[in-house]
């Protein structure tokens, strides 16, 4: 079966997680997030995780090799057309993206930005909290989306917290990662007939109403 992979492309805070929470139950497709497997890694204490902890507490990117090397891994296992959040992040993710899914018989589907600006970024991530219960992991804001009970997800119950790169100064490296990265990205996407840009500057369903729409064409 040939299996598509979806990318939501954005700064840091533009809501990637956000949306692809809800795009993957709407449109049945798997969350891959190399922010959350390398969490994951760096919770579990493995090799990679040791090797990438420092690295992400500082807000700057993990190596190409080792970020595609964990990705192609879980794409060999997968069933479903795949939504990716947080990858690809340079050029050369890309491109490695492209060479392995074409030597597997899959292809790239939708490619969206969620397009917020900069200024407003900052404030969306000090805020965040998040669901300590990984199979949960809802996402909360101390201001804009609180949780009914502070500190509580209102999901599953479990402890909210608060990811240690979710600084303002972890902030400004993750842009700055993200401004030295970025444009070329862009350039190997943009002018393919399956990009499209949404406006990530208004509510999170104004935004899902835009993303639904994108997904609901053929790719
Ligand atoms: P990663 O986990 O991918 O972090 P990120 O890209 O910086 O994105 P975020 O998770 O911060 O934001 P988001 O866009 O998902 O926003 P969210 O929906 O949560 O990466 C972390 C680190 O891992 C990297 O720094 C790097 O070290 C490493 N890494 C990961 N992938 C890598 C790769 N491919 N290559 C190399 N290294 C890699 O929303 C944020 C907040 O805003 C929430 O509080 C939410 O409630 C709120 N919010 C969401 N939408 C809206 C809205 N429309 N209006 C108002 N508030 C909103």
Redesign the pocket.
Known sequence: MSLTANILL?A????????AKRLVETFSLTHL????I??DAVSKGTEIGLR?KA??AE????D?DT?NGLVFARLLDETSDVLF??????LQ?AQALEDFLSSKGMKVGHVVL?DVPQEVLEA??V???LCSNNACGA???LE??PSKQAGVCDVCGSPLKHRS?DTSEAFQS?MG?FNSTFQPLLGFYKHRPNFRSVD?N???EL?FESLHHVFGERA
């Open positions: 954005g840091p805070g533009s809501g990637k997680g956000t949306q997030s190399t922010g959350d390398l969490r990438a690295i992400m807000g700057k990117l993990v190409d970020v959040d947080g990858y690809p992040r340079t993710q969620v969306r991530v805020g965040r909290r996402i909360y804001h804009t989306k790169d993750r990662e990530g208004r509510s999170p935004v």
